[in-house]
């Protein structure tokens, strides 16, 4: 991932640049004054309930760049201490609590992703901060935490909450009922450690926002104040990260960059205008001058391209249209193959089927029909890779096939792992050597 976050096309007016964009679900009064009274410390929470942030996170991110955009300075609060907890915000039924270690990791790994998407330079006036609210925890005993907090918030304030009533059938625990007490405490000591005034979230976090400026009120006599983004959700109406291809993660172990690209360039119509609100940088103009070109599949890969290098960068970018290439383009050959290195055909692999076959095999030839059957699986039976290859359906590297005594030997392999292999127009194979 890289950092992209300064840029020709600030604005003066945070608020008004989430208008346009569609990314203002909430807001607590008198937020617009206090924005134009100087520049504003404005923070968001991540818990790292998960190994990697997800596209969903990412809608945060975008948040803290606007912010820091316009002028202001964006805290990212890690939630080493709420992670332990367990959010029921937008949870039908109870988390499972993960362990100190997978916490940490996850922290750790967030870290470094969130320090590739925002301005940290301290020579910026406006840098980026990176707070983590364990420090804040860590020794604080429960007759402190009920005695400093619990009494500032009545229970019944505490069930008024969305994110409890939708449990109360089902059931909630103390810990999770207890999140709120601790995320609107966060909100507190950030104020009075760092001055930070404004809190932003998704629209799901509403209530536990809103309960650290009621604390704030109630406790240090402070005005706080809160903006909330749209649950981010697609035009079927399907959330996203909730289909059946599972969740947009940001971390190219879990997401390769070429399946993230194809993600965008496979996305519904529908869905442009608000994933170029959400998640461009271009601005209002450009993208509005985008959208009157009138050709989506234009509209997406000027878009895919530019949030793909924004993650992953220039060079995975590079990498994403050359097996794109190598898949689609019916120009590709094989000299094209073969100008890919063996960190693209790595990919490659992850995207087509890639049967695995013994190196001791292929270095000491083997017949092609006896390959492509028995030991890369490719086809049932000798006799249909024989049958294939007599009718000129298969190639090898991009270059056909037809000779049943074709041996393939270590020659063949590209980067000496791999070999391509085709069975008609649309079936292809990148055989692994191991």
Known sequence: MTASNKSQHSTDNFLEELRWRGLIHDTTPGLEEHLKSGTVRGYIGFDPTAPSLTI????????????????????????????????????????????????????AHQIEQVKQLLDFDPSVPNHALLLNNLVFYQDMNV??????????????????????????????????????????YDFVLLHRRHGITLQMGGSDQFGNITAGVELGRKI?????????TPLLTKADGTKFGKSTSGNI??????????????????ADDRDLPKFLRYFSFKNREEIEALEAGGDPQHIKRIFAEEIT?????????????????????PKADAATLRSLDARTLAQVAEEIPSPTVA?????????????LSEHAGILPSRSEAKKAIQN????????????????????????????????????????QVV
Request: aromatic fraction near 10%; hydrophobic fraction near 40%; charge should be neutral.
């Open 309 to 329: 290098v924004r993650i992953h960068g220039r060079q995975e970018f590079d990498t994403v249209l050359a097996v794109s290439q190598l898949l689609f383009d």
């Open 249 to 266: 993660w940001l971390d190219p172990g879990l997401t390769s960059p070429y399946r993230f690209y194809q993600f965008w360039l496979n």
């Open 392 to 431: 000129n359906a298969i190639s090898v590297n991009k270059k056909k096939v037809s000779d049943l005594n074709t041996q393939i030997t270590g020659s063949d392999l590209l980067h000496g792992k791999y070999m391509m292999v085709e069975n008609g127009k649309k079936n292809k194979f990148l055989i």
């Open 359 to 371: 190196g001791a095999i292929v270095q000491n030839g083997v017949l092609l029909p006896d390959l």
């Open 56 to 107: 969903g996170n990412y809608v945060q991110i975008m948040l803290l760049s606007f912010l820091q955009r316009a002028g202001h300075q964006p805290v990212v609060l890690m939630g080493g201490a709420t992670g332990r907890i367990g959010d029921p915000s937008g949870k039908d039924a109870e988390r499972d609590l993960k362990s100190f270690d997978e916490l940490d990791r996850n922290t």
């Open 143 to 184: 007759l402190d935490f009920l005695r400093d907090v619990g009494k500032y918030l009545t229970v019944n304030y505490m069930m008024s909450k969305e994110s409890v009533q939708r449990r109360l059938e089902t059931g909630i625990s103390f810990t999770e009922f207890s999140y709120q007490l601790l995320q609107g």
């Open 220 to 228: 240090d006599e402070a005005k706080l104040f809160a903006v909330t």
